[in-house]
């Protein structure tokens, strides 16, 4: 947090942005699931304000972000890791295969791998298309492009990725719900009836 402003040897006056900040703190907190010291380095993002606008939108998507590899030397990290290559290739995304998301995907797929679901990876390209990640990742943007100052912009950086995450998670676990009930009807649930009127 940054200090107040004094008001009296042992007291101090916080304003807005303190407010702010500390709502910030509590929502990667809270809502977020980020440790402390992750949340610290968040705001040292927010407030290392010399790098250009992409670098600075990179470091703070790093910071709640990190890699985290696949473990070194299995066949499935290596067949992740080029998968993840291919896909970045096939997609023509401007994303170097060492960026922090590309190896925590690699980590992702290597897991489905090792645990016998290798057959999720035959919908990556789906999951990827334009119609997913890169749509959403277009709303990102917009909603970061929204503010001028690059403090506002990288603090929307990590908002969009934190919260933006939870968000998403739930939004997809909502529409699984009801593609599972369209897909797999109860016998004795409302589209029983109709079903059975067609």
Request: charged share 25%.
């Amino acid at each position: 947090m940054p200090a107040g402003e004094l008001s009296s040897p042992n007291q101090a006056h916080y304003g807005e942005r303190h407010v702010r900040r500390l709502n910030l703190i509590r929502a990667l907190t809270d809502v977020g699931g980020l440790p402390l010291a992750s949340v610290s380095k968040v705001v040292e993002a927010v407030e290392d304000l010399d790098r250009p606008v992409h670098k600075l939108l990179g470091a703070a998507a790093r910071t709640v972000d990190p890699a985290r590899a696949p473990e070194p030397g299995r066949e499935s990290g290596d067949r992740a890791r080029a998968l993840v290559g291919e896909l970045i290739a096939r997609r023509g995304w401007q994303v170097p295969g060492d960026h922090a998301a590309a190896v925590s995907l690699a980590t992702a797929l290597a897991a489905l791998l090792e645990v016998g679901h290798g057959d999720y990876l035959d919908f990556l390209d789906e999951f990827a298309s334009a119609s997913a990640s890169e749509q959403i990742a277009e709303a990102d943007l917009a909603f970061v492009a929204r503010r001028q100052s690059p403090e506002e912009m990288v603090e929307r950086v990590v908002v969009g990725t934190v919260l933006g995450d939870a968000m998403l998670a739930c939004l997809r676990r909502l529409a699984q719900s009801d593609s599972s009930a369209r897909r797999y009807p109860r016998p004795d649930g409302p589209e029983a009836g109709r079903t059975a009127s067609r």
